[in-house]
């Protein structure tokens, strides 16, 4: 996020975009312009033809030219994967152009021609579109308020801010009823499951079944939290498994196929999203306005900046847990995706009950995301939405042709 100094430097290093590529392109050392600008500003002052390195400073970016090297052009568009190229330019879709080290976490690149901007994603290891006008400036500005509303909580209460979270959906009484089923017993009704699928639904099945397990509890990692714990199923990107919970177990031991049907549905939409490899705009801006609210602090008190920087990652991690303890447009794409699986069944293999949590389920979503982030949040939160749902049908296609 913007640094310090009102003026704009040389850059110390030679950065070098893609160097083990015909199409790289080095970045001009020498600034633009002599003091930082806004996005508007360097929006409206860019030669349509030439793209940009933004590199963040206080009060703006300083702007660099993009120089070709062994290519006329340089676009971060060239880059797209196969996977990705033909799916809609929403925000979040990734490219698989690199990124230098040691570059700064808030830099951009910007195409005047296309009107779009780039940014690293938050692993820093490759840069991703954001979109294009008033979608990133809804991004980079929505980061610079957001950051501006946790210093204000913080200047406020520092300890209310810190303990801030979300409150815990109601749930419907029956999370925990009953032992917890045996890993003997639950593969047995899996097994009934996918016989049912079988006779039912064989494409669900096809999708769900090579990555389908067994597990008694929720994983204890990342953000466990409490908004988990009446959970029928989750996903893992690290083992890419399905690992069906005692709740589905127990609505198995009812002969209620179709409601986890419709759970495994929810569960097939976030692994062909997750595969995609597409980027969480809720993760990146909650990241970013992290650090924002960070430099803030220590602009305002040193004492109390060098008191969070000695707090260290753990601090900031907790925190990200407590605002965003699960990822909204990812869930919300999924419960929509299990949702319209379970409408789109015919009357005998549907669960109303399930369908009713679904439906509760986005609402919830949706209002804690009005509660909590700025309102330019949420056009990109839908972004993502529609494009893991371009992303997921066309998973879907590629298994039906293949089968």
Same mark, same amino acid.
């Given at each position: 996020?913007?640094?310090i100094g009102?003026?704009?430097?040389?850059l110390?290093?030679?950065?070098i975009?893609?160097?083990?590529?015909l199409a790289?392109a080095?970045?001009?050392?020498s600034p633009l312009?002599a003091?930082?600008?806004?996005l508007g500003?360097?929006r409206?002052?860019?030669?349509?033809?030439?793209?940009?390195y933004?590199a963040?400073?206080?009060?703006g970016y300083?702007a660099y030219?993009?120089?070709p090297?062994?290519?006329?052009?340089?676009?971060?568009?060239?880059f797209?994967?196969?996977?990705?190229?033909?799916?809609?330019?929403y925000?979040?879709k990734?490219?698989?152009?690199?990124?230098p080290?040691d570059?700064d976490?808030?830099a951009?690149?910007?195409?005047a021609?296309?009107d779009?901007a780039?940014?690293?994603?938050?692993s820093g290891?490759?840069?991703?579109l954001v979109?294009?006008?008033?979608?990133?400036e809804?991004?980079?500005?929505g980061i610079l308020q957001?950051?501006?509303?946790?210093?204000?909580?913080?200047? /406020?209460?520092?300890?209310a801010?810190?303990?801030?979270?979300w409150?815990t959906p109601e749930d419907?009484g029956?999370i925990?009823?009953g032992?917890?089923?045996?890993?003997l017993?639950?593969?047995?009704?899996?097994g009934r499951?996918e016989?049912?699928?079988?006779?039912n639904?064989?494409?669900?099945?096809?999708?769900?079944?090579?990555y389908l !397990?067994?597990?008694?509890?929720m994983?204890r990692?990342?953000?466990?939290?409490?908004?988990?714990?009446?959970?029928? /199923?989750y996903?893992?990107?690290?083992?890419?498994?399905i690992?069906?919970?005692?709740?589905?177990?127990r609505?198995?031991?009812?002969n209620d196929?179709a409601?986890v049907?419709?759970?495994?549905?929810?569960?097939?939409?976030?692994?062909d999203t997750?595969r995609?490899?597409?980027v969480?705009?809720?993760?990146e801006m909650?990241?970013r306005?992290l650090?924002?609210?960070?430099g803030?602090?220590?602009?305002?008190s040193l004492?109390?900046?060098?008191a969070?920087s000695l707090l260290?990652?753990?601090?900031?991690?907790?925190?990200?847990?407590?605002?965003?303890?699960?990822i909204p447009?990812?869930?919300? !794409?999924?419960?929509m995706?299990?949702?319209?699986?379970g409408r789109s069944?015919?009357?005998?293999r549907?669960s109303?009950?399930?369908q009713r949590?679904?439906?509760?389920?986005?609402?919830?979503l949706i209002?804690?995301?009005?509660?909590?982030?700025?309102?330019s949040?949420?056009g990109?939160l839908?972004?993502?939405?529609?494009? /893991?749902e371009a992303?997921?049908?066309q998973?879907?296609?590629?298994?039906?042709?293949?089968r």
């Open positions: 996020m913007p640094g009102p003026s704009c430097p040389k110390p290093n030679k950065i975009l893609n160097p083990t590529s790289s080095e970045i001009g050392d312009f003091q930082p600008q806004s500003e360097i409206a002052s860019a030669l349509p033809q030439d793209s940009y933004l963040p400073n206080t009060g300083c030219s993009i120089v090297q062994g290519a006329p052009t340089f676009s971060p568009s060239d797209f994967s196969s996977e990705v190229k033909d799916l809609p330019a925000f979040g990734p490219t698989q152009l690199p990124v080290p570059l976490f808030g951009v690149i910007y195409e021609w296309s779009q780039y940014s690293p994603d938050v290891l490759r840069w991703y979109g294009s006008g008033d979608r990133y809804d991004f980079f500005g957001y950051g501006r509303q946790l210093y204000q909580e913080w200047k /406020a209460d520092p300890l801010m810190a303990e801030k979270t409150p419907d029956d925990s009823s032992l917890i089923p045996s890993i017993e639950a593969w047995f009704h899996m499951l016989d049912w699928l079988a006779q639904d064989p494409d669900l099945l096809a999708r769900a079944k090579p !397990h067994y597990a008694t509890e994983p990692e990342g953000c466990a939290s409490e908004l988990t714990e009446d959970s029928y /199923a996903y893992t990107t690290r083992e890419d498994r690992y069906l919970l005692p709740r589905s177990i609505l198995l031991r009812k196929f409601a049907a419709q759970t495994l549905a929810h569960e097939v939409a976030h692994r997750a995609n490899g597409l969480l705009p809720s993760d909650m990241y306005s650090q924002y609210f960070h803030l602090v220590a602009e305002d004492l109390q900046g060098v969070l260290g990652p753990n601090f900031f991690d907790a925190l990200s847990c407590r605002r965003l303890p699960m447009e990812e869930e919300i !794409h999924a419960f995706s299990d949702l319209s699986y069944q015919s009357f005998a549907q109303p009950a399930t949590e679904s439906i509760e389920a986005v609402s919830w209002e804690q995301v009005h509660r909590e982030f700025p309102p949040w949420n990109l839908a972004d993502y939405v529609r494009l /893991a992303n997921h049908q998973s879907r296609r590629e298994i039906l042709f293949t």
